[in-house]
């Protein structure tokens, strides 16, 4: 099973006091510390899952700048085989559906079974994965949370949807799916796996190296801009009702009238 998981390097919420620019363009990155985006370390660890069961190999790809070679370094050093970094000034600035163009570019250069993206990352749309799907017309799923490989030419998949409820499906081979966080626990990197992989190469592909038109991507390609950071204004704190539960419902479809909430 060849397997490739798009990864990307992130602000670490934990790590950082996140504040908005004061022209609103972006926020403050000055001394930001960045790490690997969260569902895309689930999606490792699930490639490294399977491969271990089944056989094949892990290759971790990502778009960014020079910087963004230290998440491939790190999971390498987790258990991925091999990385990729998709960097060229014609890249910044691209929009999802040009990221997803991008890694397609890059995809169709290699032959994999298997792709995987996280089910979001830092920007919170969710639209890669898809959209690389419809790209490479392969059979999609979100959300995914329990994968299990019936054979070399199907899965069966469970994704999470609302409610708390499991959905099932199997999905024929290729495919893209986007990992949520739970489906597995990562193994922990330590300092030796870091180590070994310190120095291996890891390829740099630019635009004309997976035949993508520098106009196509970009900022000068995007569909879709940024207009505005801002952080919503503080409304009034919460009101905790007391009572018995029939006592709280009554209070609550009181207050619900006084607001206009119900009629």
Same mark, same amino acid.
């Given at each position: 099973?060849?397997?490739l998981?798009?990864?990307?390097?992130?602000?670490?919420?934990?790590?950082?006091?996140?504040?908005?620019? !004061?022209?609103?363009? @972006?926020?403050?990155? @000055?001394?930001?510390?960045?790490?690997?985006?969260?569902?895309?370390?689930?999606?490792?660890?699930?490639?490294?899952?399977?491969?271990?069961?089944?056989?094949?190999?892990?290759?971790?790809?990502?778009?960014?700048? #020079?910087?963004? #070679?230290?998440?491939?370094r790190?999971?390498?050093?987790?258990?991925?085989?091999?990385?990729?970094?998709l960097?060229?000034?014609?890249?910044?600035?691209?929009?999802?559906?040009?990221?997803?163009?991008?890694?397609?570019?890059?995809?169709?250069?290699?032959?994999?079974?298997?792709?995987?993206?996280?089910?979001?990352?830092?920007?919170?749309?969710?639209?890669v994965?898809?959209?690389?799907?419809?790209?490479?017309?392969?059979?999609?799923?979100?959300?995914?949370?329990?994968?299990?490989?019936?054979?070399?030419?199907?899965?069966?998949?469970g994704?999470?949807?609302?409610?708390?409820?499991?959905?099932?499906?199997?999905?024929?081979?290729?495919?893209?799916?986007?990992?949520?966080?739970?489906?597995?626990?990562?193994?922990?990197?330590?300092?030796?796996?870091?180590?070994?992989?310190?120095?291996?190469?890891?390829?740099?592909?630019?635009?004309s @190296?997976?035949?993508?038109?520098?106009?196509?991507?970009?900022?000068?390609?995007?569909?879709?801009?940024?207009?505005?950071?801002?952080?919503?204004?503080?409304?009034e704190?919460?009101?905790?009702?007391?009572g018995?539960? #029939?006592?709280?419902?009554?209070?609550?479809?009181?207050?619900?009238?006084? !607001?206009?909430?119900?009629?």
């Open positions: 099973m060849e397997i998981v798009c990864v990307k390097r992130v602000p670490d919420t934990a790590e950082n006091e996140i504040e908005v620019r !004061k022209d609103g363009t @972006d926020i403050v990155r @000055d001394d930001l510390v960045y790490s690997v985006n969260e569902w895309d370390n689930y999606a490792v660890e699930e490639a490294i899952q399977i491969v271990e069961k089944v056989g094949g190999s892990v290759t971790v790809v990502t778009v960014g700048d #020079e910087d963004s #070679e230290e998440v491939l790190r999971e390498m050093a987790m258990g991925a085989d091999n990385g990729v970094l960097s060229d000034p014609a890249f910044v600035g691209s929009d999802g559906k040009a990221i997803a163009g991008i890694l397609k570019a890059e995809i169709e250069k290699g032959n994999y079974n298997l792709i995987f993206t996280g089910a979001q990352a830092d920007d919170g749309a969710g639209q994965g898809g959209m690389l799907a419809a790209m490479m017309d392969v059979p999609y799923a979100s959300l995914v949370n329990h994968i299990e490989v019936l054979d070399d030419k199907k899965l069966k998949v994704r999470e949807i609302e409610g708390g409820n499991q959905e099932m499906h199997e999905i024929d081979l290729p495919c893209v799916l986007s990992i949520q966080t739970g489906i597995n626990e990562p193994r922990y990197v330590g300092i030796r796996g870091i180590r070994k992989v310190a120095s291996v190469e890891i390829p740099v592909h630019g635009a @190296d997976i035949g993508i038109a520098a106009d196509a991507v970009g900022a000068g390609g995007a569909k879709v801009k940024l207009v505005d950071y801002f952080m919503p204004e503080l409304g704190g919460a009101e905790m009702l007391e018995s539960t #029939e006592e709280i419902v009554d209070k609550l479809i009181e207050l619900l009238k006084a !607001k206009g909430g119900l009629k």
